[in-house]
């Protein structure tokens, strides 16, 4: 198979992939799986449901040899939930061609695995913290589990000689005044922290543009306290703007996805757990990648699918926020994982 330039509608070409291994997650964030929402009735997918670690390692070959991914991360749900997770990135460490596997976790189960994750060849995590305060985190985990818990695994990460990084989304309201607070402690603690502004993903966090604490407001309100200045971005694509605290070299980025979008290099795909190709975070509906998989396709032929819908992508609804009417649903984000 060769593995031609594949480009979509606005010529941007596929380089990173994401895969959610699961759509169960141990927390209920406010922002992402509201507990009045995500409840003891709520139906998460079924076993047979999701895509078998054998799938997925196909479909990433693909993805790899045929369509010019480069970089893979896990995501959820919380994928630690999923049994086993350190086989499935073992297999993905070993397709050749997969330049970087990174993960996405709230953290939680990071000393039960990091040790096997790292041996397995994951090679960073991002761990997502929004407060250093266990009443205001507790609240937005929706399940009372504290700062420390989180911080334990971030250690255990570290320790374990995986790159950290940590996220934090800022909502008006409910962390704003946490945000020196938490660069000062991970600039000293030698962790990059990236703020996130809330987004209007899915349909049940009850999103605001009030409540959007932007880009602009999170660097200034740092700047006043802890000068900053911008730098150049580690590759085309990088989600995150990146800035150093002058006079070092210690790192910060804001991932600015509502205040300024950047859907024009957005290189990105996204896989749910079970198998729908997502070629936007924002997106209404999946690509049913799961029945083709299950039927006799070739490689060839699944590869030579996956192409025609790359070439089809035409999304950059970041960029027409604002003054595109849209009334329609999307994807929740514990579905596809950010
Ligand atoms: N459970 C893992 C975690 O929390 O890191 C992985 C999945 S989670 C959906 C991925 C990232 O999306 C997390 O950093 C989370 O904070 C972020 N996120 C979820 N909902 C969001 C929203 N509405 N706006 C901005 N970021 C959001
Ligand atoms: Fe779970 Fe992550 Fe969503 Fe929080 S942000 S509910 S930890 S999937
Ligand atoms: Fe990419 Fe869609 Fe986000 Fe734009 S809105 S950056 S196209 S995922």
């Given at each position: 198979?060769n593995?031609q330039?594949v ?6 070409p ?5 895969i ?5 997650c ?13 409840g ?22 693909i993805?790899?040899?045929?369509l ?44 039960k ?6 041996e ?15 009443e205001?985190?507790g609240k ?6 504290t700062?420390q ?9 570290a ?9 934090m ?13 938490m660069?000062?402690?991970?600039r ?21 543009l009030?409540d959007?604490?932007?880009k ?24 995150a703007?990146?800035f ?9 980025g ?16 996204r896989?749910?757990a ?22 006799s ?5 699944l ?11 035409n ?11 849209r ?12």
């Amino acid at each position: 198979m060769n593995n031609q330039k594949v480009l979509d509608q606005l010529n941007r070409p596929l380089r990173d992939l994401r895969i959610s291994v699961t759509d169960k997650c141990n927390f209920r964030c406010t922002y992402c799986m509201p507990a009045e929402i995500f409840g003891p009735d709520f139906e998460f997918l079924r076993r047979d449901q999701l895509l078998s670690f054998e799938e997925l390692e196909r479909l990433t070959r693909i993805f790899v040899e045929t369509l010019g991914v480069q970089k893979i991360r896990i995501t959820g749900g919380e994928p630690l939930m999923r049994k086993d997770l350190h086989l499935l990135i073992s297999k993905i460490n070993q397709i050749d061609g997969v330049e970087d596997i990174a993960m996405t976790t709230n953290g939680s189960l990071l000393p039960k695995y990091a040790e096997a994750l790292k041996e397995a060849g994951l090679k960073r995590v991002s761990i997502s913290l929004d407060s250093l305060k266990d009443e205001v985190f507790g609240k937005i985990n929706g399940r009372g589990v504290t700062v420390q818990t989180v911080l334990d695994g971030i250690d255990a990460a570290a320790a374990a000689g995986i790159q950290v990084k940590i996220n934090m989304v800022v909502k008006k309201g409910m962390n704003e005044d946490e945000i020196i607070p938490m660069a000062r402690f991970f600039r000293e603690k030698g962790h990059i922290l990236r703020f996130i502004e809330f987004m209007d993903v899915g349909n049940t966090n009850k999103w605001k543009l009030d409540d959007v604490y932007t880009k602009k407001q999170i660097i200034e309100e740092i700047n006043t306290v802890m000068p900053l200045e911008p730098i150049a971005p580690n590759y085309l694509g990088e989600v995150a703007s990146r800035f150093r605290y002058v006079g070092s070299n210690d790192e910060v980025g804001v991932i600015s996805s509502v205040s300024d979008a950047f859907c024009s290099s957005c290189n990105r795909a996204r896989l749910s757990a079970e198998g729908k190709l997502y070629t936007c975070l924002f997106a209404a509906n999946g690509h049913d990648i799961r029945t083709p998989l299950r039927t006799s396709l070739s490689d060839e032929e699944l590869s030579t699918h996956l192409q025609q819908l790359w070439n089809g992508r035409n999304d950059r609804y970041s960029e027409e926020r604002g003054h595109v009417k849209r009334d329609r649903s999307k994807v929740e984000m514990s579905h596809i994982g950010g």
